[in-house]
């Protein structure tokens, strides 16, 4: 039995969440903001051969991810959590129209918006809050589930944005661009290893999705979410101790720090 807790109302972790229903054996807690408007989540109920749970979970209101382990305890009872997936994200960029938001096509062509120079502190608060803080804590709140779970796995949603070593690649996002994001998921990153060092029990990985068409990588992206997820399973299924600490592709190969 997988039994992952994942967070989700569209996007790859709609789409990780409709895959592991596939399978008879796997339990998915699904958190997501707002369960009662989640229609596509809500919807994997019906046919799914797995078992869904979907809890309200949001991830920047630390009392709501200080509130998850209420809400899965009866889902749980005395079994453990196989896999946690810290997979909710978000790109603000204030400045710019609200039907481009999250889109790092039009960060890229609005320019200097969130570079170290003209970031907004509000701005860069919220996003450290949702894709740093809010993976940090949550984890927190899980570890009397992960300790009893088989696979005692970890993966945080990442982004190669995260990554310094890459920084040069993304200079077509503007010289400093996407500042706050990738900063964020820098951080993201240095989490995953520092989780790794202080439980050597656990097997903490970093894992970058690929450019994926959703409303964040928006349809100019490469892959499919469903061509994603397939390959994000793959790594976090077969992953070993040896990964753990690793930053990786959806492929599985390293990516650079
Ligand atoms: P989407 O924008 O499509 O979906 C984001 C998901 O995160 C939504 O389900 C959203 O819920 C949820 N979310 C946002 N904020 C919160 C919160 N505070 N609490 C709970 N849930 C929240 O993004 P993707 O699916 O593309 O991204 C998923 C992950 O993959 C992110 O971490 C992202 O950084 C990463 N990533 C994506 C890439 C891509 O190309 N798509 C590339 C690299 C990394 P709601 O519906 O309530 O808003």
Redesign the pocket.
Known sequence: MLVALC???????LEITRQLLESPNNLVIA????PEKATALNGLKSGAKGTLHVIQ????DFDSVRAVLKAITPILGESGLDYLIN????VRIITIPRTLR?SLISLAMQGKEDTPLTLDPEVFLETLR??TV?PALLTQACMPFLDKGQEKKVIN?T?TLGSIASADMFKHLGAGGVATYSISKAALNMLTYKLKLERPDLIAIAL??G??K????TQA?DLEPAESVVNILKVVTSATAADSGKYLSHTGTVIPW
């Not at 967070?7 to 972790?13: A, D, E, K, N």
């Open positions: 967070r989700t109302s569209r996007g790859i972790g958190g997501c903001r707002t979970l949001d991830v920047a997979n909710a994200g978000i999250c949702t894709n809010g949603i982004s970058c999705p450019w994926v959703t409303d964040m990588g992206a």
